[in-house]
């Protein structure tokens, strides 16, 4: 797509030689001759430079300058200014314009300052993509040996170098887009962004702005034009996380835009037209989702080219001591703290625990052992209580049974289940009741009324 330039003067000549002269280099051009018809255009179509005339009628460029520069921050804007007022031109470069030139215009100038600031705003932008991947690589790669990892990594240099879209599926916290960003760096657009969007986290009145932009004045509060998130991914990757939460009306306007690669702005006309691969995560049954009629068969079907699933943390028990060593090594490297050490019986115990949070949860345990424990040796009595209790719980579940084994009437079994359960969860939390709450999701004045009721006064079973 050949870059966009717009050009703001009101004289004709000079829009007619300025075009001539820049279409001739490979640009497309488009012309406006006042501040009013220049601010249509650009809610339109963002161009990729913006010549502005000084003295124009109505709004000049003086007054035209701020505004612009607020909604477009990273348009180049190069002034036009006549022999009276150089000086003015040289303040609006303090207050952010990229250059100027001078009439009458040298046309070989104006090449010049156009590939200059195109440049210019390519390298910034290649600035930014390298920072956000250098910030990213650390959590680029899968960590363990379990043999689900192996297949799982062995699945990902085989797709990434493709243009296969991919479907990862896995349950909450099991790294579905730390996935998605190893697909991204070993395919052959890792130079290009991987634009982030979480489908579960946008409101459904604004997940189509979000996804495509909007122009000045769509809807109440869009004060300014917008660039969606299909747009910034051009020739990059745009992952779509929990793609299973987003509404039937938007599928369906996903489906059109993935099967044309082009779009219009929310409140716009213009086609935008994009390459972008697309991958998306997320934690539901889609096929189910599909039966029930919460998702769309076609969507699915043209998302689903190369399926990825990602296993739970406790299906790859053996990856936790790999697990642990990465997240300690990283907290302490942000916060200048020291390393701890975990004894054998606390990685079994840990191996032994069922994580239902995933790796999300083992990350955030390091982070709360770290804080407690920096620089210390752990054992098992440091580990917090529901950490150690896997097997008891088994046995006071296969306890409560075989008490009732005698004839018994369910509202008694309950009262029973629920007083010795109640007994037992207060020991863990060493009495302390709010804490018990919110463990096991009970409010906590009911909760101080059924301990009441059973006779449960304080711990250790009494």
């Known amino acids: 797509m050949k870059p966009y330039i717009l050009v703001v003067d009101d004289e004709e000549d000079i829009q007619l030689s300025m075009t001539g002269i820049l279409e001739d280099e490979g640009y497309r051009v488009k012309s406006a001759s006042s501040g009013e018809e220049a601010l249509k255009e650009l809610e339109q179509e963002e161009p990729e430079i913006l010549f502005l005339d000084i003295?124009?009628?109505?709004?000049?460029?003086?007054?035209?300058?701020?505004?612009?520069?607020?909604?477009?921050?990273d348009l180049p804007i190069i002034m036009i200014s006549g022999h009276g007022n150089i000086e003015t031109a040289?303040?609006?470069?303090?207050?952010?314009?990229?250059?100027?030139?001078?009439?009458?215009?040298?046309?070989?100038?104006?090449?010049?300052?156009?590939?200059?600031?195109?440049?210019?705003?390519?390298?910034?932008?290649?600035?930014?993509?390298?920072?956000?991947?250098?910030?990213?690589?650390?959590?680029?790669?899968?960590?363990?040996?379990?043999?689900?990892?192996?297949?799982?990594?062995?699945?990902?240099?085989?797709?990434?170098?493709?243009?296969?879209?991919?479907?990862?599926?896995?349950?909450?916290?099991?790294?579905?887009?730390?996935?998605?960003?190893?697909?991204?760096?070993?395919?052959?657009?890792?130079?290009?962004?991987?634009?982030?969007?979480?489908?579960?986290?946008?409101?459904?009145?604004?997940?189509?702005?979000?996804?495509?932009?909007?122009?000045?004045?769509?809807?109440?509060?869009?004060?300014?034009?917008?660039?969606?998130?299909?747009?910034?991914?051009?020739?990059?990757?745009?992952f779509l996380d929990e793609i299973g939460d987003m509404s039937l009306k938007t599928q369906a306007k996903i489906l059109r835009i993935l099967q044309e690669q082009s779009?219009?702005?929310?409140?716009?006309?213009?086609?935008?037209?994009?390459?972008?691969?697309v991958v998306v995560a997320t934690n539901k049954d889609l096929v189910k989702e599909m039966r029930e009629g919460r998702f769309r068969e076609d969507l699915y079907y043209r998302l689903n080219v190369f399926p990825l699933h990602v296993p739970c943390l406790n299906e790859r028990a053996e990856d936790i001591p790999f697990l642990l060593e990465e997240f300690i090594h990283s907290y302490c490297r942000e916060n200048g703290l020291k390393p701890l050490e975990m004894n054998d019986q606390v990685v079994e115990a840990l191996k032994k625990y069922s994580w239902p949070g995933n790796v999300r949860e083992l990350k955030n345990f390091a982070e709360r052992m770290l804080i407690m424990y920096a620089g210390q040796k752990i054992d098992l009595e440091h580990l917090p209580t529901e950490l150690l209790d896997n097997d008891s719980d088994v046995g006071f579940e296969q306890n409560s049974l075989n008490r009732f084994e005698d004839p018994i009437d369910f509202k008694t079994a309950r009262a029973e289940f629920e007083k010795e359960f109640l007994i037992k969860k207060l020991n863990q939390?060493?009495?302390?009741?709010?804490?018990?709450?919110?463990?096991?999701?009970?409010?906590?004045?009911?909760?101080?009324?059924?301990?009441?009721?059973?006779g449960i006064q304080n711990v250790n079973g009494n």
């Not at 004045?217 to 969606?228: E, L, M």
């Open 55 to 73: 003295w124009l009628p109505g709004k000049d460029g003086i007054e035209l300058l701020e505004p612009i520069r607020n909604n477009y921050p």
């Open 90 to 238: 040289v303040d609006t470069i303090k207050k952010g314009a990229f250059d100027f030139i001078e009439k009458p215009l040298s046309l070989e100038k104006v090449v010049v300052t156009a590939n200059k600031s195109l440049r210019f705003k390519r390298l910034e932008q290649e600035n930014q993509d390298l920072r956000s991947r250098v910030k990213d690589d650390y959590v680029q790669d899968l960590t363990g040996n379990s043999s689900a990892i192996q297949k799982l990594r062995s699945q990902i240099e085989k797709v990434a170098p493709t243009e296969a879209w991919v479907l990862i599926t896995g349950d909450n916290g099991t790294g579905k887009e730390i996935v998605a960003r190893s697909l991204h760096k070993k395919s052959n657009r890792y130079k290009k962004p991987m634009i982030t969007v979480n489908c579960a986290a946008i409101p459904e009145e604004l997940i189509e702005s979000e996804l495509f932009g909007h122009v000045k004045g769509a809807f109440t509060g869009a004060d300014k034009s917008h660039v969606g998130k299909f747009e910034l991914a051009h020739n990059g990757t745009l």
């Open 263 to 277: 779009f219009e702005r929310v409140g716009g006309s213009k086609t935008i037209k994009v390459n972008v691969r």
């Open 429 to 454: 939390f060493d009495g302390n009741v709010s804490r018990l709450a919110e463990a096991i999701g009970l409010e906590r004045s009911y909760l101080y009324r059924k301990l009441k009721s059973y």
